[in-house]
């Protein structure tokens, strides 16, 4: 963010009264990487019910080596729960599906991909502060 809105984000969030100032804060996280993460992984979503772990192998195998798919169901009902997870061997792989299969249906739905970020666990959320 650049100084000049930086300024007038600032000045917005501030509220004068005649006996006190207030300041209040902003949290925003960073802008995401346009780089991906090296390890091959993809976030699938808007995944039919009728959709298997085989049948989405199917569609991203033929981009590269699928080392695995996992699509995550819902505990109670057995039934998909709309997104799962392709990881493949190598990163150019992995960017080459998702720039190919962004937006194509399906079995019937459009797929939302993006690079899977990793999961931690216990690990403190942090959310940086604009800086003064």
Same mark, same amino acid.
């Given at each position: ?58 569609? &991203? ?5 699928? +080392?695995?798919? *996992?699509?995550?169901? /819902? ?5 998909? !729960? ?5 990881? &493949? ?5 992995? +960017?080459?599906? *998702?720039?190919?299969? /962004? ?5 019937? !739905? ?23």
């Amino acid at each position: 963010m650049d100084r000049g809105l930086m300024f007038l984000v600032r000045r917005a969030l501030t509220v004068r009264n005649p006996n006190q100032t207030f300041s209040l804060r902003c949290f925003c996280s960073p802008p995401m990487s346009l780089s991906p993460p090296s390890n091959g992984k993809l976030f699938v979503g808007g995944l039919s019910w009728s959709v298997d772990e085989k049948s989405l192998q199917d569609a &991203f195998s033929s981009f590269g080596e699928v +080392t695995e798919v *996992k699509i995550l169901y /819902d505990k109670d009902s057995g039934r998909s !729960r709309g997104f799962g997870f392709v990881c &493949f061997t190598n990163q150019a792989d992995a +960017t080459c599906a *998702k720039d190919a299969m /962004d937006g194509k249906a399906l079995l019937g !739905r459009p797929l939302r991909i993006s690079y899977a970020l990793e999961k931690v666990r216990g690990a403190p959320v942090v959310v940086p502060r604009l800086s003064k």
